[in-house]
């Protein structure tokens, strides 16, 4: 090989490693805790739906929407309004989350649904399930 050539070569691996490395730095930056509470502020309270002690999901209460997460034993839809919620459709046997009707964070228990392995509760009660 030509002295050119292995120069470029050289060039081109280190623009790959700096590549690497830049993209490894960057991912670490932007990795965050799929757990944690978001850091925005929301217009009602942090909610989250949570299937195997992990966040499927969170969503802002002061905000009307739906959601809808897999558990183990099917989907669950979860309405949003009016700064409450509660279980609109679930595939499961019992029906018993959805039973439990509307929430709005000041109850004593989150909403749960035991065969799809879900709970949906406030950020301060899913940060203190969580730490256990």
Known sequence: MKRKEILIIIGVVIVCLCAVFGMKLLNKETDSDPNATPKETPTGQWVAIVHRNGVAQWFDSGVDAEYTVTGDYGE?????????????????????????????????MPITCIPNNIFIATSQWVEGYLEQ
């Open 76 to 108: 669950m839809t979860v309405e949003v309004k009016d700064g409450r919620w509660h279980v609109e459709h679930v595939e499961c046997p019992n029906q018993n989350c959805f039973q439990m009707g509307w929430d709005d964070g000041t109850g004593f």
